[in-house]
C-alpha cells in the first residue's frame, strides 16, 4: 500500500473521530443554555478554550507553534472563513428551524468539492457530484423536514455559513496540506477568537452562568469535545484533503440524530433510520471511489 493511501485512510478515520466528537459537542451545548450561557458566548468560550488547549499542548507534543510567514495569513484567513460560517449558521437559527439550516450548511461538501475541481480544472465526476447530494438527501431524511414558511434572511444565512465552511476547507486544502495540520488550528481558532469577540463586543451579548463548577461544567464539557474535534478536522484535510473530509463529516448529524435517540429521548422513524441509512452508503461509496482513483505506487 502506498504511503498516499496511507495518509488519507487515516485522515478519513480522524475525520470519523471529528464527526463523533462534533457531534457529541452539538448534544450537549443545549445544558450550556440551561445554565445561562447564550450561543455568541459559547462559540467565544470555545474559540478561547481551543486556543488555551493548543498553546499548552503544541509545545508538549513537539509540534511548532509557529507557521512560516507565508502561511500565517492562509491559517488567518481559513479561520475567518470558519468564524464567519459558524455566527452565520447561528443567526439562521433566529429565522429557520435548526433541522432546515442543518441542511442547507451541509451543502458546504459539495461546494467544497466543487471549489477544488474548479481550482484544479478538473471535471467532476458523477459519483464525485451524487454522493455529496445524496448524503445531503439523508441528512434531510434523518433530521426531518416538514411544510414551513421560509424565511429568505434564515435561508441567506445559512448558505453563507455552507460558503464559509466550504471556503474554510478549501484553502486549507490547497494552501496548508503541507504544514502541520494541529498548527494550522492553533492559527484558525486564534482567528475566531478574534471574530467572535468582535461580534460579541458589538452586540454587547455576553451572557454566561454564576462562576461555579455547576454552571461552568457544561460549557467546559462542549469545549473539550469542540477542541478534539476541531483539531481532528484540520488534522483530516491535511492528510486526506478538504473534499474527503468534508465528505465524511456528513456523518456529524447522523451522530447527533443517533445521540440525541440514546440521551435525549428523541423519537426514531422509518425515514430516519432510511436517511442515516443513505448518508453512510454515500459516504462509503465515496471512500471506495477515491481509493480507485489514488494515485498507484510506480512499479521497481
Request: glycine share 8%; proline share 6%.
Amino acid at each position: 500500500m502506498s504511503v498516499f493511501l496511507d495518509r488519507a485512510r487515516l485522515g478519513v478515520i480522524i475525520a470519523l473521530i471529528s464527526a463523533l466528537t462534533l457531534a457529541i459537542n452539538d448534544v450537549s451545548v443545549p445544558f450550556s443554555y440551561e445554565r445561562g450561557f447564550n450561543p455568541p458566548t459559547v462559540v467565544l468560550i470555545r474559540y478561547l478554550f481551543l486556543v488555551l488547549a493548543l498553546a499548552i499542548l503544541l509545545p508538549l507534543m513537539n509540534h511548532p507553534l509557529r507557521l512560516p510567514a507565508g502561511a500565517v495569513g492562509h491559517a488567518m484567513g481559513s479561520g475567518v472563513c470558519a468564524s464567519l460560517g459558524t455566527l452565520g449558521l447561528l443567526g439562521s437559527f433566529a429565522y429557520i428551524p435548526v433541522s432546515l439550516a442543518v441542511v442547507v450548511l451541509y451543502i458546504f461538501p459539495f461546494l467544497t468539492a466543487l471549489m477544488e475541481a474548479i481550482y484544479r480544472r478538473q471535471v467532476p465526476t458523477p459519483i464525485e457530484l451524487a454522493c455529496p447530494l445524496v448524503a445531503l438527501l439523508g441528512i434531510g431524511m434523518a433530521i426531518g423536514l416538514e411544510p414551513q414558511a421560509l424565511d429568505p434572511r434564515g435561508l441567506l444565512l445559512a448558505a453563507l455559513s455552507a460558503v464559509g465552511y466550504a471556503a474554510s476547507f478549501f484553502w486549507n486544502s490547497i494552501a496548508l496540506r503541507d504544514h502541520d495540520g494541529t498548527t494550522v488550528t492553533f492559527y484558525i481558532a486564534s482567528a475566531g477568537v478574534i471574530i467572535v469577540s468582535a461580534y460579541v463586543f458589538t452586540i454587547h451579548g455576553f451572557a454566561s452562568a454564576p462562576f461555579s463548577l455547576d454552571g461552568w461544567l457544561p460549557v467546559l464539557f462542549t469545549s473539550l469535545f469542540f477542541t478534539i474535534a476541531c483539531v481532528c478536522m484540520f488534522k483530516s484535510v491535511e492528510l486526506s484533503g478538504g473534499p474527503t473530509a468534508a465528505m465524511v463529516l456528513n456523518l456529524e448529524p447522523i451522530f447527533v440524530v443517533l445521540l440525541a435517540g440514546l440521551f435525549l429521548a428523541e423519537s426514531w422513524t422509518w425515514s430516519r433510520v432510511l436517511g442515516c441509512l443513505l448518508v453512510v452508503a454515500a459516504v462509503i461509496t465515496a471512500e471506495i471511489w477515491r481509493t480507485t482513483r489514488a494515485p498507484k505506487p510506480a512499479l521497481t
